[in-house]
């Protein structure tokens, strides 16, 4: 794993918006997996720059979001399908046919949370996905004691995450109650993950999800068994771990074929 530590929330979205940058840039079919919620905003204002400025497009690319509501209408401007089109498809050029989001709303959830999971591997898989972390550590909506094979499914939001994320509603009472997550197996498939989190509310989550014990109460230490995972984080995030130091050295004497802003 590759632990980036940055001044503040500004330079994690500059730095993780040109490593997903340098990707589409290599591949500009590839397959991203699209986190929602506040810590991904950095990236996606970093690439819709690139994107402006003509040196980036996301014409040819295709993208899966991680998660979605279960119980509020797809034009519900919170639900993440309108989320999604908002603040990445939009700003980014993608074209919208070529972009998913987990169908909260389908007769039959179970089914959709499977087909969901064959279209990603019928895409190709996902090259890669970007993730943020709760408070809690989840990634996606993967809860405390999600299963590290878990796939796409159904899952209860815990109240911490409901509490969390009742800013983006009216009122507490108004976050559903139920998601559509990519599992914690299915988020390990991805070919690359690059996780970004800011502000001191994340410095347990991040703490035990890169120094912890791998557990299952702890969904984002799943990001352990992946080959070529990059937590990407603020002081204020970073502040609760111990190996600071030796991550900081690593990234500032990183070999020349390791950069890629
Ligand atoms: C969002 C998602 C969640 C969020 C996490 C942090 O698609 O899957 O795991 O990344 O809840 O949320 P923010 O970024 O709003 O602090």
């Not at 014409?59 to 979605?68: I, K, N, Q, S, T």
Request: aromatic fraction near 6%; hydrophobic fraction near 45%.
């Amino acid at each position: 794993m590759e632990i980036i530590i940055l001044p503040d929330a500004a330079e994690v979205g500059r730095v993780a918006g040109a490593k997903i940058a340098s990707i589409v840039a290599g591949r500009p079919q590839a397959v991203i997996g699209l986190a929602t919620g506040s810590s991904p905003q950095g990236i996606y204002a970093e690439l819709a720059r690139r994107v402006q400025a003509g040196s980036l497009s996301f014409a040819e690319a295709r993208g899966f979001a991680l998660d979605e509501y279960v119980g509020i209408p797809a034009d519900h401007p919170e639900s993440y399908a309108s989320v999604i089109a908002r603040e990445v498809v939009a700003p980014l050029g993608f074209d919208p046919s070529r972009v998913r989001v987990p169908d909260g709303r389908a007769a039959d959830l179970a089914a959709a949370a499977k087909e969901y999971d064959g279209a990603i591997a019928e895409a190709g898989g996902i090259d890669v996905q970007i993730l943020g972390i709760g408070s809690n550590g989840h990634i996606g909506f993967n809860e405390p004691t999600s299963s590290f094979a878990s796939r796409t499914r159904i899952k209860t939001l815990a109240p911490k995450t409901r509490q969390d994320n009742a800013r983006f509603f009216d009122s507490p009472d108004q976050v559903p109650t139920h998601c559509m997550t990519q599992g914690l197996g299915t988020i390990l498939e991805a070919r690359e993950l690059v996780l970004v989190a800011q502000g001191a509310g994340k410095a347990d989550a991040v703490a035990a999800a890169v120094e912890g014990p791998l557990s299952a109460f702890v969904p984002g230490s799943a990001l352990q068994l992946h080959e070529h995972a990059t937590v990407i984080v603020d002081e204020a995030a970073a502040s609760g771990l111990r190996l600071s130091d030796y991550y900081r050295y690593t990234y500032d004497n990183r070999p020349d074929w390791q950069r890629f802003e």
